[in-house]
Each structure stands twice: as C-alpha cells, then as structure tokens.
C-alpha cells in the first residue's frame, strides 16, 4: 500500500477566519467548508484538484505563539509549489506587499520563499526544478541566496519558464 502524496495539512491558529483571510488575499486559495462561527475553516490551494489542501482550526486569542524547533518539537514549515519562476515572482511580491515574506533560498532543486502567517507559522512558496536540471544538487543541502530573476533568464535558455 503506497502513499502517494500528501493530502492536507491541519493548523491550530488563534483566529481560523483571520488565517483564512490571509490564505484568501494573499495565496489565492478559496473556502470549501467554513464554521459560521470561525471555529475552522478547510481550504483548496488555486490550481488543486482535491477536497481541502488546509484546515484552520480556531484556538483563541491567548494562544502563545509557537515554540516549535526553538523549545518544543512540531512542524517547521509547509512547502507550497508554483508551476514556473514568474508565477514565484509574483508570489514574491504578494507576500512582499504583505508583509509575510521573511526570507528566499536557492536549494539547487527548488527555489524558495518563506513566510510567516498572521500567526507566525512559518510556510513556503516554491518551484520545484525539473529533475534533469538537479545534477549534484540533489544529494546536497544546498542553501545559497535567491535572485529570481537570474533563475528566470537562466532557465530560460533551457526553454523553461
């Protein structure tokens, strides 16, 4: 019985309708379930052909913010895919104008973006290499800085977007 993907993730956030909100404006996902009183929230990222790709699930506003990874265990993060550097350049600037943009890494096989949400849980926006072009990179943790628009002339001459 092999697993075949992941399917969704569910989050714990002080306030599942200002989670949904940012998900909204900034992302570009849509509400497929919604409590009417904004107890949780299950999301579809734009291009998803499944049910609900993220659930919110409203704790209150005296929740603490994480300490995972600095005193606890948990996630550090959930990766988003792009299908071209362009549609990531203009990811980049949505979470630049948001203020959720925190940081952009080149990885050798993807390209990355990391936010935070309105909760401070962190997440990324990424475009996954085509494994031809992964060469050495694959076997390495490559974590070099991130100039989207070299990516984009340099693929580019490869024909890829």
Do not use: C
């Not at 697993?3 to 989050?11: D, G, P, Q, S």
């Not at 379930?33 to 734009?46: D, W």
């Amino acid at each position: 019985m092999p697993i075949t993907r992941m399917n969704h993730a569910v989050l714990y956030v002080r306030d599942a309708r200002r989670t949904q909100e940012f998900y909204t404006d900034v992302l570009g996902f849509t509400s497929v379930i919604e409590h009417p009183q904004g107890a949780y929230v299950f999301m579809r990222a734009p291009a998803s052909d499944n049910h609900h790709d993220i659930a919110f699930f409203t704790i209150g506003p005296e929740a603490g913010p994480t300490q995972a990874g600095r005193g606890t265990v948990g996630m550090y993060h959930l990766a988003w895919e792009v299908p071209t550097l362009h549609e990531l350049e203009e990811m980049r600037e949505r979470l630049a104008a948001a203020g959720a943009l925190v940081g952009m890494s080149d990885h050798g096989t993807n390209k990355s973006l990391y936010s935070k949400d309105p909760d401070g849980l962190e997440f990324e926006v990424m475009w996954l290499v085509p494994a031809e072009h992964w060469g050495a990179a694959e076997h390495d943790a490559v974590i070099d800085p991130l100039d989207i628009a070299d990516e984009i002339k340099r693929f580019a001459k490869v024909g890829l977007k």
